[in-house]
């Protein structure tokens, strides 16, 4: 369990540095969702820009079987489309 | 509060409502994220189907100042893309 718990810290530890980045475009708000319940961490960017709408999942983390799984990674995506 | 935690309730009510209906394509599992601290809910269909890898928001609901916010609502599409 020492391990899990460690796990979460550093998957939060990283999103939440990750969420400091606002966008520079646009009316954007990173936000951050950490369940522990069901292992899942994610962070999202939401609100408005030049092309409209922006909901898009900038990272989403999940802890199974005691391995960090990397479900999604838009972090070298240079613009939110 | 009481008000809040009456929302928080009724929101995974509806989220693992929704959560129960797994795709019948491809091999898609949904995932429940509940985050009462930043009052984030978000449902997301993960996996794969005949397109390729499906990670797809289907609901994001968002308590901000005692109103729930929809943030995002796929619910109503037919088809994963």
Do not use: F
Not at 32 to 41: F, M, R, V
Not at 61 to 66: F, H, P, Q, T, W
């Amino acid at each position: 369990m020492a391990k899990l718990e460690n796990y979460r810290k550093i998957i939060t530890q990283i999103l939440e540095k990750h969420a400091q980045h606002k966008p520079s475009h646009g009316e954007i708000e990173p936000l951050l969702l950490c369940d522990p319940i069901t292992d899942n961490y994610l962070l999202l960017d939401t609100g408005w820009d030049k092309t409209g709408r922006v909901h898009y999942v900038v990272l989403h983390l999940r802890i199974v079987g005691e391995k960090i799984w990397i479900k999604s990674d838009g972090t070298e995506r240079g613009i939110a489309l």
